[in-house]
């Protein structure tokens, strides 16, 4: 069974950071680059960050414009982790966070989606 869980949502202040993490089972981790979409009420889910996958020494990752310099995602294959380290949080990064995996590979499954972690940045 598949399964992507997503913690380590929660409210914080302006300036404040959080480290969203991610769990994979069900699939093989390293054959599938993982990333972190978000999603406000009212607005189509944004790509936020991707990692690639883990079968390659040379990992590479991407950040939307927005984020760049304050967030770093991260992967730890031997764990099947994803994270998502948020730092300086402004209120616009409010959002559900969503965990994201996609094949690299020709014949895998899905992709997939976590459930989602809220992120609350306000004062």
């Known amino acids: 069974q598949v399964q992507l869980v997503e913690s380590g949502g929660g409210l914080v202040q302006p300036g404040g950071s959080l480290r969203l993490s991610c769990a994979a089972s069900?699939?093989?981790?390293?054959?599938?680059?993982m990333s972190w979409y978000r999603q406000t009420p009212g607005k189509e889910r944004e790509l936020v960050a991707t990692?690639?996958?883990?079968?390659?020494?040379?990992?590479?990752?991407n950040y939307v414009d927005s984020v760049k310099g304050r967030f770093t995602i991260s992967r730890d294959n031997t764990k099947k982790m994803v994270y998502l380290q948020m730092n300086s949080l402004k209120p616009e990064d409010t959002a559900v966070y969503y965990c994201?995996?996609?094949?690299?590979?020709?014949?895998?499954?899905?992709?997939?989606w976590g459930q989602g972690t809220q992120v609350t940045v306000s004062s």
């Open positions: 990692v690639s996958h883990g079968d390659s020494d040379i990992i590479t990752t």
């Open positions: 994201h995996a996609r094949p690299v590979y020709g014949g895998y499954g899905g992709p997939y």
């Open positions: 069900g699939f093989i981790f390293s054959a599938y680059a």
